[in-house]
């Protein structure tokens, strides 16, 4: 399965911008890049997903590297509801059919 | 906007028992999913579901699992003869297609508690 490493963990000021970086060399030419996060106590939530360009939605932006090693989940100002676990993920194309989560980035949002 | 939903949000069941967990996917998805997290752990992939069959499934969906979609909104996972390692939470996801660019979407979950 094709691997991304994040930090375990980050903090971030609320209202201030977040970087969470992801790295991904291992990346092939038809890989998605995908984000997920997980609020506590809830199932896994859909952020944001891109290709080559970068991506802004109303949640959050994602900027891609040129080569495509790496990515980063950009949180335009952090509240106290973006603490959670943020996953980048790969979506393969010989493993569509599922979504393989690793440990994650556990951001904390400091008030 | 339209949404995963899971119930029970909580089952309790003694070891042994059958459990079926079910889930209304979102109206308009073709694919349909099964994960688990086991309390401090990765979320798991379990199944995966389309066209009224499995189309995948992980080392951990044994025969003691099973899927189906009795009808045109219910989406269930049955465990035979729980065991107590599984308690967990289970997720139930959907997505309109099955493609590396289709996002999933998932429910809250079912915290299962096997005593």
């Known amino acids: 399965d094709a691997k991304t490493t994040q930090p375990n963990s980050m903090e971030s000021n609320e209202e201030e911008p977040v970087h969470l970086p992801c790295n991904h060399s291992t990346i092939s030419g038809t890989d998605y890049i995908h984000w997920y996060r997980q609020l506590p106590s809830q199932g896994p939530e859909y952020v944001i997903h891109?290709?080559?360009s970068n991506v802004n939605n109303r949640m959050a932006s994602l900027a891609i590297a040129e080569d495509r090693k790496s990515s980063t989940l950009i949180l335009h100002r952090a509240t106290l509801r973006d603490a959670a676990v943020y996953y980048c993920i790969l979506g393969v194309k010989t493993s569509y059919d599922k979504v393989i989560f690793g440990p994650g980035t556990s951001l904390s949002v400091i008030p | 906007e339209p949404e995963v939903t899971q119930t029970p949000s909580h089952q309790v069941t003694q070891m042994g028992q059958e459990v079926i967990l079910r889930c209304v996917p979102i109206s308009n998805h073709l694919y349909f999913y099964w994960y688990r997290q086991i309390l401090g752990q990765k979320v798991e992939f379990l199944v995966s579901f389309y066209n009224n069959e499995i189309s995948e499934k992980s080392e951990i969906f044994d025969d003691q699992f099973s899927v189906e979609r009795p009808d045109g909104s219910n989406f269930t996972l049955k465990i035979r003869s729980t065991k107590l390692e599984d308690s967990a939470m289970y997720f139930c996801?959907?997505?309109?297609?099955?493609?590396?660019?289709?996002?999933?979407?998932f429910g809250d979950g079912t915290r299962l508690s096997i005593l």
């Open positions: 891109g290709l080559t």
């Open positions: 996801a959907s997505s309109r297609g099955g493609s590396p660019f289709q996002p999933q979407h």
